[in-house]
């Protein structure tokens, strides 16, 4: 059994879930790194990690969520965090919703970290107090009607926070949320606009994946309230913009 401090980071295989996951493994955490249908980089970046470990499963799946906590529990002392940070992020508007997209964001986006995080907080109490760490947006508080279901998906998985901190029995847990802004190049933006509309915010400067990590890793190891909600975006949820930043950019906003 692996008594080392633990955490489960989903969609760790790549984009910020791996800056995350690198980032508690400098921190001296054994890191494991779930993955869909990342295999290669979700194994090559354990392998470049000094405690690590690679499972997956599909998060649409609601039995498969619960059987990979079944088989992860037993092989940890010291099961402290999950990080759900797996998102798939589909195209489509407010005036013409996809319903595949809509129920593809809604079983992963939603319903995985919801199930994930019951099944997690389940399991015998931890001995310093466990953590859910749910990936948000800032769009939660800067909505416009690009991504209408990924959109919807992120507030209801936003909506899960406040309950689940409610309902936590153990007076030591803590369920956050963690809401970025854009952070890397996302659907098919090329550098220039990424460029661009990355400093679309109050700070007109880029938020960096490092930065989520960090806050990540505040999140673990302190004792901010339950319930609470963290934006690393530069102050871009404290604006009102019109469309997603990726078509600002592209249609020329400042």
């Keep these: 059994m692996i ?22 493994a400098q921190a001296e955490w054994h890191v494991v790194i779930h993955h869909g249908g990342s295999r290669d980089e979700a194994e090559a970046l354990a392998a470049s990690l000094p ?30 965090v999950l990080v759900n940070c797996a998102s798939v992020f589909q ?22 970290p919801a199930l994930l995080a019951q099944a997690f907080l389940a399991q015998p109490r931890g001995r310093h107090g466990r953590r859910v760490i749910n990936v948000t ?8 009607p690009d991504f209408f279901s990924y959109t919807m998906s992120k507030n209801a998985l ?19 949320g963690l809401a970025p802004g854009a952070i890397l190049a996302s659907h098919d933006q090329h ?44 102050g871009q949820h404290l604006l009102s913009q019109p469309r997603d930043v990726l078509f600002l950019a592209r249609e020329g906003f400042d």
């Design 51 to 80: 405690s690590a470990q690679t499972i997956s499963a599909d998060l649409s799946d609601a039995a498969a969520i619960t059987a990979m906590v079944e088989t992860l529990a037993p092989q940890f002392g010291n099961w402290r």
């Design 3 to 24: 008594e080392r401090r633990t955490v489960l980071i989903t969609g760790a295989a790549r984009r910020i879930g791996a800056v995350i996951a690198r980032a508690f």
């Design 191 to 234: 550098e220039e606009e990424t460029e661009r509309s990355h400093r679309m915010n109050l700070l007109a400067r880029k938020t960096g994946a490092d930065e989520i990590a960090e806050a990540a890793l505040f999140l673990a190891e302190g004792w901010l309230a339950s319930g609470e909600t963290l934006f690393i975006d530069s």
């Design 158 to 176: 936003a909506a899960t926070i406040p309950m689940l901190a409610m309902a936590a029995t153990d007076p030591r847990d803590r369920v956050y």
């Design 91 to 112: 195209l489509d508007t407010v005036e013409h919703l996809d319903p595949d997209a809509f129920d593809h964001a809604m079983r992963v986006n939603a319903a995985a």
């Design 137 to 144: 947006d800032q769009k939660i508080a800067n909505p416009n």
